[in-house]
């Protein structure tokens, strides 16, 4: 369920850009820092959002530097760092090694049950060092993944499942701000989740797993329940969201969650939308 949270890049600035980069980069630096190489591939967007969005929250104090890597071995590229690139690439760290144990018991890839079991023997320190919120997300995800697999659960209970997790990732302070973050990070939370199974709905009923979109997919109306569904989703999200008082890099933060979140969904959407219109065409 990665890479929903990303950046509507033709709406930005390119100095908006350059400062949403170098907190991507930062993040990056940590994993290789905390996680080695290993750490570094399992490196999304997503969680450049949670490290921008505490940063403005918060406002600790910000090392900008620069730096070479594989990526761009030629030109160095800015880097910005605090202990929220770092929160933000340890939670990066916990939700990649959910996923690649998601990944080997929904579809027996061993290239992912490898990778998860090099990540977690990296990521020990985390269960010491936030050990009451690993041990909610993860009994978090042991309910998610068994409401999941039993077939029998609906869309709502579903992402309000997958919601809760998010928003213990997204709070990362116990203070005046929690409640926000939680509420932020459920609904967003929520949202992934209906896009994610939106996106994969075709390829799920082809292969015969788990989607509770599947029994609605033959509506006449599944497109316009779909996006009514998720356009409440973050319409409550981005309300909790204006109640922080963020002002540094506060544009950054609505272009995401006001458009590149629809990214994905859209090229989904178009391509859909183009497929029933050649079937149409040729039914005629």
């Known amino acids: 369920m990665f890479g929903y949270i990303a950046v509507n890049k033709s709406e930005m600035k390119f100095r908006e850009f350059d400062i949403y980069h170098s907190y991507y980069c930062g ?6 820092k905390k996680y080695g190489g290993l750490g570094q591939l399992s490196l999304s967007y997503d ?40 929160y933000a690439a340890d939670m990066n760290m916990l939700f990649a090694c959910y996923k690649c144990q998601d990944d080997w018991e929904d579809e027996r890839k061993f290239g992912k049950y490898a990778y998860g079991r090099m990540l977690e023997a990296k990521a020990g320190r985390l269960k010491k060092e936030y050990a009451d919120k690993v041990r909610t997300i993860s ?18 209970t579903l992402a309000g499942l997958f919601g809760r997790i998010m928003a213990e990732i997204m709070a990362a302070r116990e203070d005046e701000w929690a409640d926000n973050l939680r509420r932020l990070g459920f609904f967003l939370g929520k949202f992934i989740y209906l896009c994610d199974a939106y996106e994969d709905v075709e390829k799920d009923i082809r292969k015969g797993m788990p ?13 316009e329940e779909c996006k009514t569904i998720l356009m409440m989703m973050i319409s409550e ?23 590149g979140v629809w990214g994905r969904y859209e090229i989904v959407h178009e391509k859909r939308q183009q497929s029933q219109s050649q079937v149409t065409a040729l039914d005629n």
């Open 139 to 156: 009994l978090m995800m042991q309910d998610f993944s068994d409401a999941e697999r039993s077939g029998d659960a609906d869309i709502d």
């Open 27 to 32: 993040i990056c630096r940590e994993l290789k």
């Open 237 to 259: 999200c981005c309300k909790e969201f204006e109640k922080l008082p963020i002002l540094e890099n506060v544009e950054i933060l609505r272009n995401i969650l006001y458009s």
């Open 211 to 223: 989607n509770p979109l599947k029994q609605k997919f033959e509506s006449p109306d599944f497109e």
């Open 47 to 86: 969680m450049t959002f949670l490290a921008i969005l505490l940063t403005g929250l918060y406002e600790p104090e910000t090392r900008v530097g620069s730096c070479k890597c594989v990526a761009h071995p030629f030109e160095s590229h800015e880097t910005r760092n605090n202990i929220f690139t770092e």
